[in-house]
């Protein structure tokens, strides 16, 4: 039996959800011997070695302005020379470039579009607009979570939903827990509780209630500490946010390629989300919390509600609520047994739900149930 031929397209490999998990994947069908595929980057900058390390065919089918409708040329071209039998998109705007070649070529489309749960959807829309023309032409939707792909509407017989899932061995060998601490709070202080979150400083992700929080727990709280860790185009804002005698109390790191060493000294994961712009699908920070076996509080709604069960693994808290947020806060930190059941239980899950081989393997049956389907 031939090897199937893949041909992945994502918008860019800078840091982000959806560029992780296409990561991930592609390190485990890089394992399997009966696949074979190639990926189209539509940027020059890539933020994961990983792929470079791969040793597969990377194009890159840059636009020149936002309006070069020579790459529907230049894909159909790509298309035609490797001949895949499947195309899998990772975002709108590939997944509509990708539609004509795919009909054209009789090529099978994956259309992986669904990695959030919009909010505020009208026509003038330009990613509902694609999501609505890209589905009838695709061959299957996927979703990172259900939540997802019912906000989209996507169509019941062609869709699936397939969880994030992570290589769990990026846990294991991580930095000095005591060193981590020395470089982040100048000495490895004892006792202290570390909060974190980490996310895009952008938008659709609520520093905003973290840092009143922080404000308001921090006084009577005086070994608490918050770690940020992120960038984007909120970050000088949000730090503006927080004055100099608080600055050693309320840390930015910034970007980070450590940050599984950095969740490692967390006691509670937070992540919260603008949900008056953003719906979550299912956030691989949540799942990094959980699989470094950290009690999670984050914002109710979305995917999130899949991986966060309430008082089991961690807490929800409604957007935009700081009291919620410190109430349960200072519920975790009276309560260290609480704490350890939650991680425990967040770790177990991140095992049977999470895991790279389980995702890996979903997306394996998904393609050559696609291939076996000459429809």
Not at 129 to 145: D, E, K, W
Not at 273 to 286: D, F, L, M, R, Y
Request: glycine share 6%.
């Amino acid at each position: 039996m031939s090897a199937v031929k893949i041909l992945y397209f994502i918008d860019g490999l800078i840091a982000g959800g959806k560029q992780r998990r296409l990561v991930e994947l592609m390190k485990g069908v890089k394992l399997k011997s009966n696949i074979e595929f190639e990926i189209i980057v539509m940027s020059s900058e890539i933020h994961y070695n990983q792929v470079i390390d791969l040793g597969i065919k990377i194009h890159y089918l840059v636009r020149s302005t936002k309006n070069d409708f020579s790459v529907f040329r230049k894909f159909y071209k790509i298309c035609k020379n490797y001949q895949p039998d499947i195309v899998h998109c990772w975002d709108s705007l590939t997944a509509a470039i990708a539609v004509p070649s795919c009909k054209i070529l009789h090529i099978k489309l994956v259309n992986g579009l669904v990695v959030d749960t919009p909010v505020n959807q009208t026509i003038f829309d330009k990613f509902w607009l694609r999501a609505r023309l890209t589905f009838l032409f695709s061959n299957i939707v996927i979703g990172n979570s259900n939540a997802g792909l019912k906000a989209y509407k996507a169509p019941v017989s062609r869709s699936l939903c397939i969880y994030n899932g992570m290589d769990l061995s990026r846990f294991n060998n991580l930095k000095e827990p005591a060193l981590i601490r020395k470089e982040i709070f100048g000495e490895d202080l004892c006792g202290i509780i570390v909060i974190g979150m980490v996310a895009a400083f952008e938008e659709r992700k609520d520093y905003e209630t973290l840092i009143k929080a922080a404000k308001k727990l921090i006084p009577s709280e005086t070994k608490i500490r918050f770690v940020l860790v992120g960038n984007g185009p909120t970050f000088e804002k949000i730090r503006s946010e927080v004055s100099g005698s608080l600055s050693d109390k309320i840390i930015f790191l910034g970007k980070r390629s450590d940050v599984e060493s950095i969740v490692n000294i967390f006691d509670i994961g937070v992540l919260l989300t603008n949900t008056k712009v953003h719906g979550e699908g299912i956030s691989n920070s949540v799942i990094e919390y959980m699989a470094l076996s950290k009690p999670v509080i984050a914002t109710r709604g979305g995917g999130t509600n899949e991986v966060v069960i309430d008082e089991k693994n961690g807490y929800l808290i409604d957007p935009d609520n700081e009291d919620q947020l410190i109430d349960k806060i200072r519920i975790l930190l009276a309560d260290k047994t609480r704490m350890d059941h939650f991680g425990e239980r967040g770790g177990n899950m991140a095992r049977e739900k999470f895991d790279l081989k389980i995702m890996t393997n979903h997306y394996l049956e998904m393609y050559h149930t696609l291939i076996k389907n000459k429809n």
